[in-house]
Structures are given as C-alpha cells and as structure tokens.
C-alpha cells in the first residue's frame, strides 16, 4: 500500500491516519485528490473550508460572503443592547485602554512662531473591545485586569474558524489584528464598544509601539553602528570586521549579548513620550511628534504614556475613552500650532493721513 501511495514507510501511519480524519469529513474533494495534496508536501489554507475556495467560489460571491460576514454578528445578542455597564470616574493613576492605529506617514507641521516640526499620522481604523478580564482572572496582575481591542475588519475566509469565533461574543466582524491593553478597573470598558480617535487629546502625550523596518542579515557596522578596520596600511578583508570579540584564557568563552552580526529589524519597538499635535475626529487620524517605528500601513500600538513627568494631566482625559455622543469639532489643534485655516501673515493698517 505504502508503495501505491509512493509515500515513505516511516510517514505512513501520520499520512494515514490524517486521511482517515479527512475523509470522515463531508468535502467536495474525494479521498484520492486529498491523498494527493498529502503527498505534494502542499499547505493547505487555514480558512472555513478544506478546500481550496479560489477554484469554487468567483470573485463576486466573495464579495457577498465578505459583505455578510462584516453583518452576521451583529445580528446576534450584542453586549451593547443589555444594561451598559457603569462608566468609571477618572482618578490619579488610572490606567486607560489605548488604540491600534494605521501609520499613515509623515508630514510636517508649523507653529505659530514659525518653528517647522515633523509629525507621523497615524488612523483608528473600525476600533472594537473584544473582550475583558477582571484582575482576578489575570495571571500576570493581581491590580489591573486587560482589554483586547481589534482593528480593522477582515476577510473571514483568509482567518482560521477558531480566529474568527471569539468574535461571536462581541457582536463585532472579524478583525485583521488584536491587541491587549492593560486596565485599571475602574478603566474597564463593555465588549463590543467603538473606539476612536477622540480617545486622545492635543497635548497629551503618548506611547507607540510599532514592528520595525526588517533589515535582513547585517554586519556590525550597519547593525551596532562600529568603526570597522582601517582602510589601508596592511588591512586584507577586514575593513567593516568587528574585530577581536574578546575572551581570553580567561573565562576562555564568548560573554552572552556580545555585539555581532545578525538579523536587524523586524522586532517590536516602543517608542516614548510622543507629543500630539493635532487630532482630526473626522477621519481619526492622530498627528504625533516624530518618527514611530513601523513601516507604512503597519500596525501601531498607542498607550498614555509612562513617563512620569510627561503624564501629569492637566485636565482628566476622557474616561473611559471618548463616545459619539460628545460633540467635538472636525479637527483638534494643539494651542501653539499653526492652523492654515488661519492668515500666515498679518498687516497692521496705516492710518489715513488727512489731506490738507
């Protein structure tokens, strides 16, 4: 039989057993196209199906299926239409939830003394609580329970069954990506709640934490920012070597953490005490000072910042998060920024000086 099959003796019984699971399962594949994908070594798609919905379904009934889907659970029991939860009151030391933005890019900014600043734009895009775990629940704090936010609605026929069920609950689509934020319990927020950009004020500041730009392989020059070798006077192919990593007789071994060549990039990276500038409630977008690691169109995470001497607020932000219920104008400016809306330059009139 192994010899049919042209499968190897020792992967027999795992190719077996998996085909008797798949053929138990009603499919528009028969078995021997299922042995087939076994044996081609193929991954198949983590979708609903077990099979390959590209070769079944056209475009125009993925469209339809992606249009339900974004509707389907919101026809359920949403948390939203029981009794609301209680909103908390602001305290020193609460700890809000946050938002997952889009970096959008870069653009620059003027204040009013004519100082050019740079800002990243990052937008909120289709924000929802999925879920809440109180303190008791949480492992890891016995003062602070956590929220997990989605972004962006998905195609559920590219996200796993499992992935795609823990949405149920929250009467929310599928989402592209999730997040968990730490809450203060008086911070809690009800599962299935929107949340947008009014969730943070001009002024403020904050922390974003963005997956860096990959780099690939690189050397110690590029990596750790090293001299390298000479470039002449006897030096062969070793102009951008690290050279000598040290370790002697004595202890005879290379210490952990030594800076070397390696991957570079492509890792989590916080970046703190980001200045707002502008917030337009519109399109929620938030204009933050500088640069926020990430590449464009990447997810970015945004928190109150931990700084303590940058998150001492003025006036308490709003708490829990900001709802449609507030008023807020189309676009919010930081008090020392320029508003083009606004005359750049402005004249002093002459008085008229009287004919005689």
Partial sequence: MYKRLGIAKMAAPMVITRVI??????????????ISRICSCSVQRRTYYDYDYELDISKEDEEVIYKWSKIKNTLGPSPLKEAPWPRGEWVPKSKRCGLLAIKLGMTPIWTKEGERLTVTALQVVENNVI???????????????YLIVGARNANPLKKSFFYSEQFKEAAVPVKDHLAKFNVTPNAKLQPGTPLFAGHFRPGMYVDCRGRTIDKGFQGVMKRWGMKGQPASHGATKTHRKMGASGGGGTPGKIWPGKKMPGHMGDKWQWTYGLKIWRVNT????????GSVCGTKYGYVKIIDTILPKRNDF???PPFPTYYEEEQLDKDLYHEDMFEHTEPSIQ?????EIPSR
Wanted: net charge negative.
């Fill in 21 to 34: 699971q798949l053929g138990s399962k009603n499919s528009l594949l028969n078995l021997t196209e299922k």
């Fill in 131 to 145: 879920s809440y775990t109180p303190p008791e629940e949480n492992k890891f704090s016995d003062t602070k329970g």
């Fill in 282 to 289: 519109k399109y929620n977008i938030i204009y933050v000072n």
């Fill in 314 to 316: 003025k006036d308490p």
């Fill in 347 to 351: 004249y002093e009139e002459e008085e």
